[in-house]
């Protein structure tokens, strides 16, 4: 292999993109053709020869505000030149507090209390450890099973693959957790197909709680983990009432409720987390990505005031959760955290995503009735095309899909099996939403 894809003339060590193992990405594909950004700037990527590149997926789900806006790099700027790093060990920064009582502000109800940590997969897995620790200081400690969803993606760390219901990502990779078990997904494309928003069918699929507890008995369920919007394995909105019947079953059975809210957080289904749009207050909250807008690792675990106040016992010299990380409550992630809320405040951002809703899904769905168009699905500013497989080879349209946008449209978005997945950023305008539409149904008809 010897692609170069050196643009510093000064490099000794030759970059033939080799030593870079890539995650979640086909990589001798990607080696042979690369997609490669070097620069990004609001709605736009650039890649290294200068070429624009419309960013149809906020990065990964996560550039929420659009990229390397003025105030947040300022915020990291700065906070890098005052102070790098102090552990929050035992010890503490002023910005890790600030910037836990303004995320806790944006939830709901007594949530409360945030724990940080620096992904998403961190946050699925100490959310998990979470409630088994509380159901263990609380004398429940029979309460040990998790339930997650078909479909569900947590992230990548065990406890996340266990409740997460994507087989690539869990087969290689042994027994996992003990004791879990599956909700099923909430997609049925004959009932559901080429509807906005929330589907009218598919609450009744929030009842297989029921037969997990009578199978399992309730004192042996310690929390049910749920994306509000299954974003991975292309955006699945939640039927219309699920998420309530989910609440009431958990809250009959004494089974804590987590929304993760990776995806979901911060704008994306135009409110500051998916809980309020749906009217349920869950008893934890996960969220990385748009805390930050992406532009540094941050993540954490949003939980109730009761949930807390159950660890605040003992002898008060004694640590009362053994979890953390060394960068939980990075000063650098702090300082873009707060300068990002504070854009998405004063730009009136989730607002925003709100009122541009009906527009996006309006012109996402003029792509209806194209040749092999399966489903489109829209929800806030999401949108999924399910693209008929080519036949013996599922996910091949898809990822032909992918490389013709980047390559022939200068378009970014993600492709899962053979759905196209689009979230902008959410200060796309109008014009932007059209040309995004446009690029997408050119990059159907090439790949059909
Ligand atoms: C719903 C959800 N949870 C967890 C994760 C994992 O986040 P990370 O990749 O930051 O570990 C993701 C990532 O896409 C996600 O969509």
């Not at 987590?258 to 987390?273: A, K």
Request: hydrophobic share 40%.
């Amino acid at each position: 292999m010897s692609v170069a894809y050196d643009y510093d003339v000064t490099a000794t060590t030759p970059n033939d993109l080799e030593a870079f193992w890539m995650g979640f990405t086909a990589n001798r594909a990607f080696k042979r053709r690369p997609r490669m950004v070097s620069k990004a700037k609001d709605m736009h990527y650039y890649t290294p020869e200068g070429r624009a590149i419309l960013d149809g997926s906020a990065g990964l789900w996560c550039s929420n505000a659009g990229h390397n806006r003025d105030s947040i790099v300022a915020a990291i700027q700065k906070q890098a030149a005052e102070m790098d790093f102090a552990p929050t060990f035992q010890f503490g920064h002023p910005l890790a507090f600030k910037a836990a009582s303004r995320i806790a502000e944006l939830a709901p109800g007594d949530l409360d209390h945030v724990f940080f940590c620096n992904s998403g997969s961190e946050a699925g897995d100490t959310a998990l450890k979470i409630a088994l620790a509380f159901h263990a200081v609380t004398g429940k400690g029979t309460r040990t099973r998790l339930i997650g969803r078909e479909r569900g993606y947590h992230g990548v760390g065990f406890g996340g693959i266990t409740v997460g219901g994507i087989s690539p990502n869990r087969r290689f990779f042994g027994s996992l957790l003990a004791g879990a078990d599956h909700l099923p997904h909430t997609y049925d494309r004959e009932k559901q197909a080429f509807s906005k928003g929330e589907p009218e069918w598919g609450a009744e699929r929030a009842d297989a709680l029921e037969g997990i507890v009578a199978l399992h008995d309730a004192q042996t369920i310690a929390a049910v983990i749920v994306e509000p919007m299954a974003g991975s394995t292309g955006g699945l909105p939640a039927p219309k009432g699920y998420l309530k019947r989910l609440r009431e079953i958990c809250d009959k059975y004494g089974i804590l409720l987590i929304f993760d809210e990776v995806i979901t957080g911060f704008g994306r289904l135009g409110f500051p987390f998916a809980a309020e749009r749906y009217g349920v207050v869950p008893d934890m909250i996960t969220f990385a990505k748009g805390v930050t807008s992406g532009s540094v690792p941050m993540g954490g675990v949003i939980v109730r005031k009761h949930i807390y106040d159950a660890f605040m016992n003992g002898p008060d010299h004694v640590i009362e959760l053994f979890h953390g990380y060394t960068y939980s409550g990075h000063p650098l992630a702090c300082a873009a955290s707060l300068a990002t809320l504070d854009l998405y405040r004063d730009e009136a951002l989730f607002e925003r995503a709100r009122a541009m809703e009906p527009i996006f899904a309006d012109a996402v769905m003029t792509l209806k009735g194209k040749p092999g168009l399966l489903d489109i699905r829209t929800v806030g500013l999401v949108a999924a095309f399910d693209m008929a497989p080519k036949p013996e080879t599922p996910g091949k349209r898809g990822y032909e899909a992918m490389e013709h946008a980047f390559h022939d449209e200068g378009l970014m978005f993600r492709a899962t099996g053979d759905t196209i997945a689009v979230s902008p950023p959410l200060i796309i305008n109008e014009s932007q939403i059209g040309e995004l539409v446009e690029k997408v149904g050119r990059t159907i008809d090439a790949v059909m």
